[in-house]
């Protein structure tokens, strides 16, 4: 019994110790510094640099990560401005007429908007941004869901005509994106009351960064659409939104059977 007393005590002394000195517990140590997902035997792809070049507004490097991959959650590293001036490149016609009624008249408002949804729940606004252009073609809304449903990420829209979920207004639906988002790249409580209906149906941080949304990406086999590359044509999207460039990461060779 005075053995195992003695051995309680040289622990807590040594934890106690690693503290003071070192500002965490020993244990805490063991985690690569970086790793956001502390996945350490995932590697970078091929073709990709290890750290970034993408940074802006004086925020964190959104790329900034053992595999330079982009983080989901992190500050918002555009303005409302340079999100207004990339969709206005695309000579594309904002529905004022629908979102209007949502309480977003104009392009300057919806990004407004937007940036506020996503800096309360700390997720990075230019992806939010990005993602909603990517979903609606530009606010054009080809698909299933139609500007006047404000959902912006096709949530609920699961394919056959399904038009997926309705929002009250413009930032509701942003909130819910928003939050959807927090789901795959976060474990962390909401800040505010949850408006995603999808919310609980998310494997918590399975992914934490864009080039995991495509669920052909994802490791884990989960993410947020079906469609080959989407997290890729995510991030070349925010190259464009920030005049970087981006290289799709260059796939690793097929191995043919053994005699074959």
């Known amino acids: 019994m005075r053995k195992i007393q003695k051995s309680l005590l040289f622990w807590m002394l040594t934890v106690i110790t690693g503290v003071l000195i070192l500002g965490a517990p020993v244990c805490a ?5 970086g790793d956001y997902s502390q996945e350490g035997q995932i590697s970078r792809p091929s073709g990709q640099a290890s750290g970034a070049e993408e940074t802006g507004s004086g925020a964190d490097d959104a790329t900034d990560n053992t595999y330079g991959y982009y983080t989901i959650m992190g500050d918002t590293t555009v303005t409302a401005e340079d999100m207004v ?3 206005n490149r695309q000579n594309m016609e904002y529905p004022s007429q629908e979102l209007e009624k949502g309480g977003a008249p104009d392009i300057e408002t919806f990004c407004e908007l937007l940036i506020k949804e996503a800096q309360i729940e700390g997720v990075r606004g230019e992806i939010v941004f990005e993602q909603a252009m990517l979903e609606t073609g530009w606010l054009q809304f080809q698909g299933d869901c139609s500007a006047g449903q404000y959902n912006f990420a096709g949530l609920g829209a699961t394919g056959n005509g399904e ?15 928003v939050q959807h988002l927090k789901a795959y790249a976060s474990s962390q ?3 505010q009351e949850c408006v995603d209906e999808r919310f609980d149906l998310v494997m918590r941080e399975s992914a934490p960064y864009v080039e995991w949304l495509g669920i052909r990406e994802n490791p884990y086999g989960g993410g947020w659409a079906a469609g080959e590359n989407y997290g890729y044509k995510l991030r070349s999207l925010l190259a464009e939104l920030k005049g970087t460039e981006y290289v799709w990461p260059t796939p690793a ?3 043919s059977p053994a005699g074959s």
Do not use: K
């Open 85 to 87: 001036s990339h969709f």
């Open 29 to 33: 140590l063991a985690s690569e510094e």
């Open 189 to 191: 409580e909401l800040e």
């Open 163 to 177: 038009p997926g979920i309705t929002f009250p207004d413009v930032s509701t639906g942003l909130r819910a994106q």
């Open 253 to 255: 060779p097929e191995v």
